[in-house]
């Protein structure tokens, strides 16, 4: 039961960063001038560094898609163990 709790908390966290992370960039984006053309539109170029920003959400969306990962293995284990 610990696991569990854990790995939803983990897995929630992680949506969560994930979700507020694209959200923010939505809101922005009528804002954004120029893009890097290393990506494919603009708002991949807010999230993982862009011009203008000069900030990069990149290394924090990535730690949001491993927390995401990490929750559904610790998830998975759980629901696969065998009963003692």
Do not use: C, H, R
Request: hydrophobic share 50%; aromatic share 16%; glycine share 10%.
């Amino acid at each position: 039961m610990k696991k569990t709790i854990i790995g939803s908390t983990l897995l929630i966290s992680g949506v969560y960063i994930v979700v507020t992370i694209i959200q923010s960039a939505l809101i922005y984006l009528p804002n954004q001038n120029s893009w890097l053309p290393t990506y494919s539109s603009k708002l991949w170029s807010i999230i993982f560094g862009t011009l203008d920003v000069g900030q990069n959400l990149g290394f924090v969306f990535y730690f949001g898609i491993a927390l995401i990962i990490i929750g559904l293995i610790i998830l998975g284990f759980e629901y696969f163990e065998k009963e003692k």
